[in-house]
C-alpha cells in the first residue's frame, strides 16, 4: 500500500503538482510533447523524435474523455508529466499482449508514460505521478494499473556505465512484471535512419 501525499516529503518552493482532465490537459499536450523528446532521449528509450509525431500520438489523450495527465509544474512551466487513459482507448500494441490473461481490459487503467527532467528527479515527483494515477483508477473502478517499459540487451553499445533501472522504484510500488505479456513497438533510435521495433515488458498491480 502506497503512502498518502499527505505523508510525502514536502517539495521545493515552486514545485507543485496537479491532476489534469479535459481543456486543462489539451492546454499542456504541446508541452508533453516536448518533454517526451527531451525524456526519451536518453536511455533506454533512445527515442529520435519529431514534435508532428508527438502531436499525433497525443491526439489520445483530446480523444479520450477519461484520460489523466499528472503534471508536475516549476512555477508554470511544465517539468514532469504523467499520462493514463482507459487501455481500451490506447493503442491495440499495448492492448493486444493482455488477451491471455482473463482480465477485461474495462478493468485496467494503461499508464502510457512518466516524465521528469533530470534536474528535478529525487524529489519525490515520481511518487506522487503514481499516487495521482492510482487515485484516478479507483475513481473510474479499474482493479488495476498497467504500464510497459522498453527492454534493451544487457551488451547494448549505448547502455551507461552506472545506469540504474527504476525496478526497485516500481516493485516498491508493488507492482510487478508480467511474464510473457510484452507489446512491441517501433520508433527510430537515436543515430539510425530507420525505426526498429522494440520489445516492451508490462508491469502491473491490483489496487
Request: glycine residues 8%.
Amino acid at each position: 500500500m502506497s503512502a498518502p501525499d499527505a505523508a510525502r516529503p514536502d517539495l521545493p518552493d515552486g514545485i507543485h503538482v496537479r491532476a489534469l482532465q479535459g481543456a486543462e490537459l489539451e492546454a499542456h499536450l504541446e508541452a508533453v510533447a516536448g518533454l517526451r523528446i527531451a525524456v526519451f532521449r536518453d536511455w533506454p528509450y533512445l527515442y529520435d523524435g519529431a514534435l508532428e509525431y508527438e502531436r499525433d500520438y497525443l491526439q489520445t489523450y483530446r480523444d479520450a474523455p477519461q484520460a489523466l495527465l499528472v503534471g508536475a509544474f516549476d512555477g508554470d512551466r511544465l517539468i514532469g508529466a504523467s499520462t493514463s487513459t482507459p487501455m481500451e482507448d490506447h493503442a491495440a500494441e499495448f492492448a493486444a499482449p493482455f488477451a491471455g490473461l482473463g482480465l477485461p481490459l474495462s478493468s485496467i487503467l494503461y499508464g502510457a508514460e512518466s516524465v521528469l527532467l533530470p534536474d528535478y528527479r529525487g524529489l519525490g515527483l515520481g511518487h506522487r505521478f503514481f499516487d495521482l494515477r492510482e487515485e484516478h483508477a479507483r475513481r473510474l473502478g479499474r482493479s488495476h494499473v498497467a504500464y510497459c517499459a522498453v527492454q534493451r540487451p544487457e551488451d547494448h553499445p549505448l547502455r551507461p556505465a552506472h545506469h540504474r533501472s527504476n525496478d526497485a522504484f516500481w516493485l516498491g510500488r508493488g507492482y510487478a512484471p508480467l511474464p510473457g505479456v510484452i507489446a512491441e513497438f517501433s520508433w527510430r533510435d537515436v543515430g539510425h535512419d530507420a525505426e526498429t521495433k522494440k520489445p516492451l515488458q508490462f508491469w502491473m498491480r491490483a489496487l
